[in-house]
């Protein structure tokens, strides 16, 4: 299972570092995914990152948002910066390709 934290209330321009602890997956060879949804919107992704360390970042984040892990831990991190309003969304973690997924964590952005 994956789950997934560290959403909240931000102001625009701030910053958040969502999490996604992995359990019963053998998380240190998987490529990770964070992606988005918000309402009214499709999922979209927003960042992958590989067993090794390899980043991929969708257009509207890069520079702003930087994926990372820890396989010591198991976990998955999104660090979010300079937040705009259109960051909003539910974010969900996922083992790229699989049907592990977190349960999404909100994150909501005020002007």
């Known amino acids: 299972q994956l789950q997934a934290s560290g959403g909240g209330l931000v102001q625009a321009g701030g910053s958040l570092r969502l999490s996604c602890t992995a359990s019963?997956?053998?998380?240190?060879?998987?490529?990770m995914a964070w992606y988005r949804q918000a309402p009214g919107k499709q999922r979209e992704s927003v960042a992958t990152?590989?067993?090794?360390?390899?980043?991929n970042y969708a257009d509207s984040v890069k520079g702003r948002f930087t994926i990372s892990r820890d396989n010591a831990k198991n976990t998955g991190y999104l660090q979010i910066n300079s937040l705009k309003p259109e960051d909003a969304a539910v974010y969900y973690c996922?083992?790229?390709?699989?049907?592990?997924w977190g349960q999404g964590t909100l994150v909501t952005v005020s002007s």
């Open positions: 019963k997956i053998i998380f240190s060879t998987k490529t």
């Open positions: 996922n083992i790229y390709g699989t049907r592990y």
């Open positions: 990152i590989t067993s090794t360390g390899t980043t």
